[in-house]
């Protein structure tokens, strides 16, 4: 049997992101699997451009990665008490791309902060975002990582034990979920 598919989109663009490594730890506490980081550079949506000259080559790249993936999992930083700008402009664009991959698709919902709270109102704007695509996102254990500069070890593995806990069980619940 192959191993299953985890597409990763970190909802942070930055080198070194807690979000991005809290997607990788999922997908190494997740186990066998084939991981993958999604790419969310993209130009700001304006449906004028998307006239002229269609859906950019990127877009169609990260909506055929959600469609071949197993599952899914999301992580967002929370800025101004919501997610990131270029999460909420890689959702709109995936949107218009000619692959609609979010139909019925085990999504894993996550988010990383400096705060004490760890992104959870992020969290909660994140997954009202989803409603309309339909996915099949997991109720929980709820993953809101505060603290996240500080949250991980030299090889990247979170240091927390409820963290890690936390983050095993929603893994295992991703697992069935692609199961069923």
């Keep these: 049997m192959a191993a299953l598919k985890l597409l990763g989109i970190s909802g942070s663009l930055r080198k070194d992101a807690t979000n991005t490594m809290l997607l990788r730890e999922a997908a190494r506490l997740f186990g066998e699997c084939t991981y993958v980081q999604g790419n969310i550079i993209f130009p700001l949506y304006n449906g004028d451009d998307e006239a002229a000259t269609g859906v950019p080559a990127v877009v ?14 999301i992580s967002t930083p929370e800025y101004n008490k919501g997610p990131s700008g270029a999460l909420k402009n890689a959702l709109d664009w995936v949107s218009r791309a000619s692959v609609k ?21 992020a969290q909660m704007v994140l997954r009202g975002y989803m409603v309309a695509f339909r996915p099949r996102i997991l109720q929980g254990p709820e993953i809101h990582l505060a603290g996240s500069g500080t949250a991980f070890d030299a090889n990247g593995h979170l240091t927390g034990e ?7 069980a929603l893994m295992n619940s991703l697992r069935a979920e692609i199961a069923r």
Excluded at 64 to 72: F, S, Y
Excluded at 111 to 121: C, K, L, Y
Excluded at 162 to 168: F, H
């Design 162 to 168: 409820i963290y890690v806990k936390d983050l095993t």
């Design 101 to 121: 991959p979010w139909g019925d698709k085990p999504v894993a919902v996550m988010s990383a902060a400096a705060g004490r709270a760890g992104g959870e109102r």
């Design 60 to 73: 169609e790249t990260l909506a055929q990665q959600i469609a071949d993936a197993d599952g899914v999992l």
